[in-house]
């Protein structure tokens, strides 16, 4: 009888303790703070990521930052693993868009906390289903991206060319590169390997063919690529190439970094790249010189199109929470701390981004030319065709490019291939 | 001068065969031997099972479920398989591997040259013993990195061939359909040879000096000592070398294809192993890159078996 309440009251203590383990939740308690695993590909830089551990352990003791930083390129092949396996960081970053959306299963939907975690945000919906913010959110931006084409001044003016009016149209664009190639200089530094070519080139031309219901159809997979609207899209892509327009090797390379190094190095006159993160006006002023670099919106090849002067803007990298991190509040502490004025303001300090929060200083905004000019193109934004490709979209789209700019595919097979890629796309069937 | 390989004799007087009753009473002590045996086998049983078997079955099994990107997966039943059938990748990749497969001799031979020179003690041989195994100490990837620069159009190795004169053969090795395969087999090749030039030379070793000493007064040159007298001794290496290569060359090359092309222009240098990583991982389709990965498996082991099984000859072939 003893035997059997001394068992009694060591299981029910076995219970107590097993109780209150799980009532400290994320592990944190008596054991110290609660160490949450962040796989991220450092946007912005390491200094910035730096400070948001500093500044974010300085206000949460409760809760320390591990992070694991990852190269861009490299990060889906990191990560898909994690994802395959269900196991790994409590809090990762995607790209806003459908490779969010890809990933989805792996995160923790936000629910009703989404609004108001992000309502100090100029827009979240890219972290949202369907670009819709009625529906499933699944992290927290606080960076704002898109593309636009960066100039060297002093490669223009060695071509005889203004640079204070960069070419505003496709045919003034041709001209320019034409001139520039007689100077002994590279007109566009270009990289054709990887996704750079679906993220940072596809949506500038087409702007001037789609408009935004075409791009909300180009997201659920119902837009065709051998409707005409895309095979004019494709046609002008492989006209950058095979006009001698970049650098030879484009084929081989990708844009980042061996694409944006051409750029950095003084050896060409554009380069299409991104606003915030790594590859911006920052890191190019800094390379070049402020006053020598200049930015502006890629030339326009149907000037009156609706969207041919828009900006193609998405939120930046996007933090959400794992669905399998056992600390998923504290995962959600750090998310929301991510979206708040604090990281906005370290954000532009640190990183010399573009911040998705309103309230953060204006005093603080840098004063570089480049920047400001950004800001006058940032202000008409338009949905960004580029992130609403699928894997095997982004890749047919790269491949596609090499071998119709070497000779070895027409822009018809290049678009019947761009269909084939679509219809392989797991998530996009799931769509239709 | 000869050597004898015939076996030593045995003894004058045969040993007559147990008696029934004396076998019956060993059986104790074998069965005891038995279980000591499987006991000493066990670890390394359950080390396959676990890390080789169980992975196996379960590529197997997924490679018949069909998955949304990380989402749940369902029973696909052949699809996976026939979808293969009518994808231009798949089946460029396999073509490509094909082609790689077509290099193998030169994997096999060139290594074996250099390791005959070396072992014949050439000028400089203890230079180059050191220096060919250098590139095989270099990551793969590292390597990869270095040859996307040495390879560029206005690279070292253009200028370099621009200035002895021989401007037409300064191509764009990483851009051209055929080029980009070749430059990505010769890097490889490149960075592995050492290894083959290590084996050969352990095999070389096993070689008495008198027999090569033999053939060298006979009049036998270079050529006629490495392919009468080298090759015909070293079959059990040559042998093992070539299944190395031949399943090395279609499943070591990830690291080389990542650094170096990514698998273009195009599909140019797509191989299967770069596919299943592609299609696993960047386009989320599970199912279908376990599916691919289960092909190259067959793939390679079909092309392993009969060196194997030549190997397997080889080393179990009674001296006559």
Known sequence: MFRRRLAGVLAAGVAAATVLAGCGGDGAGSDGPVTLKVLTW????????????????????????????????????????????????????????????????????????????????????????????????????FSYQGNVLYYNKDVLTAAGLDPEKPPATWDEFGAACDAVTKSGKTCLALGLSGTFPAYWDFPEIARNYLTEDDIRGLLAGTLSWTDPKLVQTLEKLAEITTKGWTNKNAPSITMLPDGADIFQRGDAAFAGTIISDAVNWDAFGKALGDDKLGVTRWPAINPSAPLAQKFSGIEGAVYGVTKWSEKKEAGLEFITWLAGKENGELWVKHAKGQPLNTTVD??????????????????????????????????????????????????????????????????KQQGR | ?????????????????????????????????????????????????????????????????????????????????????????????????????????VWVVFPLVLAVLIHQRAPGWKFFRAVYFIPYTIAPIVVGIMFRQILAPDGPINAGLRAIGLEPLAIEWLNGQNSALFSLVAVALWSFFGLGVMTYLAGL?????????????????????????????LRPTVAYWSVLCASGVLIWLFPLIYALTQGGPGNATMLPEYLVFLTTFQFLDRGYGSAIGIALFVFVAVLSIFSVRHMFTEGTRKPR
């Open chain 1, 42 to 141: 450092e946007p912005g830089g390491t200094e910035y990521w730096q400070a948001v551990k500093t500044t974010f352990e300085a206000s949460h003791p409760d809760i320390k930052l591990d992070m694991q930083a990852v190269p861009f390129d490299k990060y889906p092949e990191v990560q898909g693993p994690y994802i395959t396996s269900q196991s790994g960081p409590d809090v990762m970053a995607n790209n806003a868009g459908l490779e969010l959306f890809d990933r989805r299963g792996a995160y923790v939907p936000l629910g009703e906390k989404a609004a108001e975690i992000n309502k100090d945000l100029v827009t979240y919906s890219g972290a949202c289903e369907g670009f819709d913010t009625s529906k499933e959110c699944y992290g927290v931006p």
């Open chain 1, 362 to 427: 204006p005093s603080l905004l840098p004063s570089s030319p480049a920047f400001k000019k950004i800001q006058e193109l940032v202000a008409d934004p338009t949905l960004h065709a580029g992130v609403m490709l699928s894997g095997p979209e982004a890749d047919a789209l790269a491949r596609g490019w090499q071998q119709v700019t070497l000779g070895q595919l027409t822009v018809d097979k290049w678009a019947e291939q761009m269909q084939q890629a679509l219809e392989r796309s797991p998530t």
């Open chain 2, 1 to 105: 001068m000869s050597i004898s390989t015939a076996p030593a004799k045995g003894p004058a007087v045969a040993t007559p065969p147990s008696p029934p009753g004396r076998r019956a009473r060993r059986r104790p002590g074998h069965a005891r031997e038995w279980w000591f045996g499987a006991l000493l086998v066990l670890p390394a049983v359950a080390l396959a099972v676990t890390f080789k078997v169980v992975p196996l079955v379960r590529g197997v099994i997924t490679s018949f479920e069909s998955s949304s990107g990380f989402g749940d997966s369902s029973f696909a039943g052949l699809d996976n398989y026939t979808r293969m059938f009518d994808d231009p990748v798949v089946l460029a990749s396999f073509r490509n591997a094909l082609l790689v497969v077509a290099t193998l001799p």
């Open chain 2, 205 to 233: 070793a096993t070689i008495p000096d008198e027999v090569m000493e033999a053939a060298y007064l006979d009049g036998a040159g270079f050529w006629r000592r490495l392919f009468s007298v080298v090759v015909p001794m």
